[in-house]
């Protein structure tokens, strides 16, 4: 089936590009990834853990689907601004339904089509991550008091914890529109402008990532044999916004 039929972002039956993008990602400021769940005796809005059978211990970890999650609804924001796709940008939370998908599911995934961009679960760099326990007062949005059962007790990983951050991308070149939009991304994790997880209204969530480095394998370079090429993150955005 040609790519005309279906879709330029359907190339998942060649090999074209790998970029595997590698660093630390450090709590600035208290951060809650929420379990979902409460507990009989402790707080109300506990974070998600990991259980490690070898350790016989749980630790707190950044899920990769929260991560993959804000990194979509941060590129939904910034393709809406650019004129050649804002018209073409699906609206959550529906997807693309094909063979044509925006260029967002063309990155992230769609109904029809897997997505080029893997993020994996971010595990803390030290066993004995510090979890602190934030209290909270309800108040009534209307009346401005004190609203029924207000204490509340949300736990979250303390400031100064750190993650390994690996995301994987599949089939997106340099000189591919869609790098410009991982540039971005990076951008603005390593500046702290993205926030994650519950309660970043009230400072939570606060996250910079450091010690970046980027692996890539082209084509080119399988074909010749060559092994991947380890560069800087500042390398690579050079290399594509020269594109």
Known sequence: MSNEKRGKYFDFDEFKYRLIIRGTLKAVSPLHIGSGESMVFGPDSPVV???FVDKDTSMPYIPGSSLKG???TY????????PEEADLVC????TCKGPDVCIVCGMFGSQTLA???KVMDAYPIDDDIPVITKIGIRINRLTG???EGALFQIQAVAPGSSFK???TVENIPPNDKRAKYIVEIIDALQSGELLLGGKTSTGLGR???ENLEVVKLSRDMVANREKPQTISFEEFKQEVLAQ
């Open 49 to 51: 853990r990991m259980y």
């Open 70 to 72: 804000i990194f979509r």
């Open 75 to 82: 590129t939904e924001k910034i393709a809406k601004l650019d």
């Open 91 to 94: 609206s959550p939370p529906n």
């Open 115 to 117: 997505s080029h961009i």
């Open 145 to 147: 008091t004190v609203g």
């Open 165 to 167: 951050f690996e995301m």
């Open 207 to 209: 996250v910079k990532l």
